[in-house]
C-alpha cells in the first residue's frame, strides 16, 4: 500500500506525530470501523475518522434527519431535514475525504442491547460513549478478555432508556466525548494505550473528569459464567409495553384503558394523544398520583424512557396493569396520527 502525494498532504499533521508516519497511516487505511448511530456522538467521531484516513467507514442509523437534531449534530445542515441521516451521512464523510470508502446500513440498531453482545460474539473492540446532560462517559471495551458492558451495567435497558430526547444533552459535551471517541478508535488501530479497563467519567459543568478501574464481573448477565440465565435477567428488568396499533384498537373498543402524558407541559402544549390525562411525573413514582393500583394504565412520554421508569416504580408499589406506549408519542405520531407535530 502506497500513500500518494496528496494522501502525505493530506495526513500530514498526524504523519509527523512520533510513532505514526507512513506505517501508521497503512493501518489507519486498512481499518474498518462501524458506528452506531450517526447522532450527537456518531456524527461528530465520524468526522474525525473519516478526516484521519480510516479506510472503510460503515455508518448505522435510521430514519430522517430532524429540525431538534441540528444543535448538536453538526454534519448536517438544516436544508437536509426529512432526508435519511446515514445518506446524508456518507455524502458529507466523502466530502470530507474521498479517499475512504462509507456504507451505509439503515435499520435500527442499539448500542446498548445488540453492540455489547454482538462485539462479544465477534471479537469486536467496542468504544462505547455515552452523554447525559452535561455529563459524560467513555471506555473501551474488548469483551473477550476484559469486562463487557453488561459487567458495569447489567440493566442495559436502562441505558438505552436514557435517551437524548428525554434526558436532554449540551451539544458540545456531546462533541467532547464523541471527540474521545474517535481517538479511542484511532490509538486502538494504531496500536497505542487505549482506555480498556477503565471508565472515563467526565462532568463538564465543572470541568471534573476522574478514570475508574474496570473489573470483568463473574456474574455479568452478558459476558459472565452465569450468562445463560440472561433471559430470566432480561425477564425481570423489562417492562410491558404495547404498541401504538394495539393502543389505538384499544382505545377504539369498548374498555379502552386509562391513557397517562408522563411529559413536561410544554411538550404536551405541543401535542398529545386525544382523550389522555395529564399527570405529574415525581408525584406518579413516588405515590401513585391517586391512582388506582387495579385500574389499567398505558404510560407514554416521548421516547420510552420516563415511562418504562415509571413502570418499575409502579410495579414495584403492586400496580398490576400497566404498559407502556412502545416508542412513545414519536412512534404514534409516526404509525397513527400522522399529522401530529413532531419535536
Ligand atoms: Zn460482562
Given at each position: ?112 442491547n445488540a453492540i455489547n453482545k454482538a462485539c462479544l460474539a ?100 452478558v ?121
Amino acid at each position: 500500500m502506497i500513500l500518494s502525494k496528496e494522501e502525505l498532504i493530506r495526513y500530514s499533521r498526524q504523519l509527523v506525530i512520533p510513532g505514526i508516519g507512513p506505517e501508521g497511516q497503512h493501518k489507519l487505511k486498512a481499518a474498518r470501523v462501524a458506528v452506531i448511530g450517526a447522532g450527537g456522538l456518531g456524527t461528530l467521531a465520524l468526522g474525525y475518522l473519516a478526516g484521519a484516513g480510516v479506510g472503510e467507514i460503515g455508518v448505522f442509523d435510521f430514519g430522517p434527519l430532524e429540525l431538534s437534531n441540528l444543535h448538536r449534530q453538526l454534519i448536517y445542515r438544516t436544508g437536509d431535514i426529512g432526508e435519511l441521516k446515514t445518506e446524508l451521512a456518507k455524502q458529507r464523510l466523502l466530502e470530507i475525504n474521498p479517499e475512504i470508502r462509507v456504507n451505509t446500513h439503515e435499520g435500527i440498531l442499539t448500542a446498548e442491547n445488540a453492540i455489547n453482545k454482538a462485539c462479544l460474539a465477534l471479537a469486536k473492540t467496542y468504544v462505547y460513549g455515552a452523554v447525559y446532560r452535561f455529563e459524560g462517559q467513555l471506555t473501551v471495551f474488548e469483551p473477550r478478555n476484559g469486562p463487557c458492558l453488561g459487567c458495569i451495567c447489567p440493566d442495559t435497558e436502562a441505558l438505552e432508556n436514557q435517551a437524548c430526547a428525554e434526558a436532554g444533552v449540551m451539544g458540545p459535551a456531546a462533541g467532547a466525548v464523541a471527540s474521545m471517541q474517535a481517538l479511542e478508535v484511532l490509538k486502538l488501530i494504531l496500536g497505542l494505550e487505549t482506555l480498556k479497563g477503565k471508565f472515563a467519567m467526565l462532568d463538564f459543568r465543572l470541568a471534573n473528569f476522574s478514570v475508574i478501574e474496570l473489573k470483568k464481573r463473574e456474574d455479568c448477565p452478558v459476558c459472565g459464567g452465569r450468562a445463560r440465565l440472561d433471559r430470566k435477567f432480561i425477564a425481570s428488568v423489562s417492562v410491558n409495553l404495547i404498541t401504538p396499533e394495539e393502543l389505538k384498537a384499544r382505545l377504539d373498543s369498548a374498555s379502552a384503558p386509562r391513557v397517562l402524558d408522563l411529559r413536561y407541559e410544554w411538550e404536551r402544549g405541543l401535542c398529545h394523544i386525544k382523550g389522555d390525562a395529564w399527570v405529574d411525573f415525581n408525584e406518579l413514582i413516588k405515590g401513585g398520583a391517586g391512582l388506582g393500583p387495579d385500574e389499567e394504565l398505558v404510560l407514554y412520554c416521548k421516547g420510552q424512557s420516563k415511562s418504562a421508569a415509571a413502570f418499575k416504580a409502579l410495579r414495584d408499589k403492586g400496580y398490576s396493569k400497566v404498559s407502556v406506549l412502545k416508542g412513545g408519542i414519536d412512534a404514534w405520531a409516526e404509525k397513527i396520527e400522522k399529522g401530529m407535530t413532531r419535536y
